[in-house]
């Protein structure tokens, strides 16, 4: 008796044991086969600028504002980055690739008049080693490393730490480009700031004036090359350089100008360009030593958040 009653309960086991795993138990998670496809992003974790002021703080968020020479300066404005995108940009060579910033679907007018960020300034000659062939083409050098002390929250370095750090850059840049260029394009100066800095930003092409304002708005600084001579800045010696960079800062629409903060001069700090005058003087290079521009204007530009 007591063998058929064991033999009744496996029985049942097994019936109830199969009723559960036909209509109880769940079914087991997507594979990449067939999870959804997610969208492809670019190196910041956005596929346009567009995602990027849809993820900015609102004005009223902005709670670190405060006025300095009447623009405004904050710290906040940073956009978060999403794991995928950190990891994508662990491939250099592939995050370099000119990203597509769409601006169509917002208007200037609508953001905030005036903006400035709280960026360190660093001349490419901090001791007026102008006489030194390094320091007299240190622009690319001396921007990327105000961007990099921005998105770390650092202070000002004095002149003799700044002349290190410009130093340090140099040698770097020996050993990456296997030489000693003079002069670095956009794409190659964002590409060895990714490889010695690690700090996020994007490559982009053809960036307008609207552009510009709209990415200082959204929270980034915005790094570009252009035709020193088209600047127009009298602190320049003599008509100023064919082939200059510096770091955009903040802008001021009812005054029409972009705040910079320009290595070519010791007064670089947070020296005012019309906006036309310096959109129009934007004008990339190519890598080496004064290589003579060519006839095609390549607007392009580096785009850096915290």
Same mark, same amino acid.
């Given at each position: 008796?007591?063998?058929?009653?064991?033999?009744? !309960?496996?029985?049942?086991?097994?019936?109830?044991?199969?009723?559960?795993?036909?209509?109880?138990?769940?079914?087991?998670?997507?594979?990449? +086969?067939?999870?959804?496809?997610?969208?492809?992003s670019?190196?910041?974790?956005?596929?346009?600028?567009?995602?990027?002021?849809?993820?900015?703080?609102?004005?009223?968020?902005?709670?670190?504002?405060? /006025?300095?020479?009447?623009?405004?300066n904050?710290?906040?404005? @940073?956009?978060?980055?999403?794991?995928?995108?950190? @990891?994508?940009?662990?491939?250099?060579?592939?995050?370099? @690739?000119?990203?597509?910033?769409?601006?169509?679907?917002?208007?200037?007018?609508?953001?905030?008049?005036?903006?400035?960020?709280?960026?360190?300034?660093?001349?490419?000659?901090?001791?007026?080693?102008?006489d030194?062939?390094?320091?007299?083409?240190a622009? *690319?050098?001396?921007? !990327?490393?105000?961007?990099?002390l921005?998105?770390?929250?650092?202070?000002?370095?004095?002149?003799?730490?700044?002349?290190?750090?410009? *130093?340090?850059?140099?040698?770097?840049?020996? /050993?990456?480009? +296997?030489?000693?260029?003079?002069?670095?394009?956009?794409?190659?100066? /964002?590409?060895?700031?990714?490889?010695?800095?690690?700090?996020?930003?994007?490559? !982009? @092409?053809?960036?307008?004036?609207?552009?510009?304002?709209l990415?200082?708005?959204?929270?980034?600084?915005?790094?570009?090359?252009?035709?020193?001579?088209?600047?127009?800045?009298?602190?320049?010696?003599?008509?100023?350089?064919?082939?200059?960079?510096?770091? !955009?800062?903040?802008?001021?629409?009812k005054?029409?100008?972009?705040?910079?903060?320009?290595?070519?001069?010791?007064?670089?700090?947070?020296?005012a360009?019309?906006?036309?005058?310096?959109?129009?003087?934007?004008?990339?290079?190519?890598?080496?030593?004064?290589?003579?521009?060519?006839?095609?204007?390549?607007?392009?530009?580096?785009?850096?958040?915290?």
């Amino acid at each position: 008796m007591f063998t058929f009653l064991l033999r009744i !309960i496996a029985v049942g086991l097994l019936l109830w044991g199969v009723w559960w795993w036909m209509f109880v138990h769940e079914s087991p998670l997507p594979t990449s +086969s067939n999870a959804p496809n997610g969208q492809q992003s670019d190196r910041s974790g956005f596929t346009t600028l567009n995602d990027v002021v849809s993820s900015t703080p609102a004005e009223e968020e902005r709670s670190g504002a405060v /006025e300095v020479d009447n623009i405004t300066n904050t710290d906040e404005g @940073e956009v978060d980055v999403s794991d995928s995108a950190e @990891e994508a940009q662990e491939d250099i060579d592939a995050a370099t @690739e000119a990203a597509t910033f769409d601006f169509s679907a917002f208007d200037t007018e609508d953001l905030p008049e005036k903006m400035m960020h709280d960026v360190p300034f660093v001349s490419q000659a901090p001791l007026a080693q102008w006489d030194d062939a390094r320091f007299q083409d240190a622009c *690319e050098e001396a921007s !990327i490393v105000m961007a990099s002390l921005w998105t770390q929250n650092q202070e000002k370095p004095s002149e003799q730490d700044a002349t290190t750090m410009l *130093e340090d850059v140099f040698a770097a840049e020996k /050993e990456f480009f +296997s030489g000693d260029p003079l002069d670095t394009s956009t794409y190659d100066t /964002e590409r060895f700031a990714q490889s010695y800095f690690d700090f996020n930003s994007t490559y !982009i @092409e053809n960036i307008t004036k609207n552009d510009i304002v709209l990415a200082l708005a959204a929270g980034y600084v915005v790094i570009v090359p252009t035709d020193g001579k088209a600047l127009k800045n009298p602190y320049f010696s003599g008509d100023g350089p064919d082939r200059h960079m510096l770091l !955009i800062r903040g802008y001021d629409q009812k005054k029409n100008v972009f705040i910079t903060n320009d290595p070519g001069t010791k007064r670089g700090a947070r020296f005012a360009y019309d906006m036309d005058i310096l959109h129009g003087a934007i004008r990339d290079y190519d890598t080496g030593y004064h290589e003579p521009f060519g006839d095609t204007v390549r607007k392009n530009a580096i785009i850096v958040t915290r």
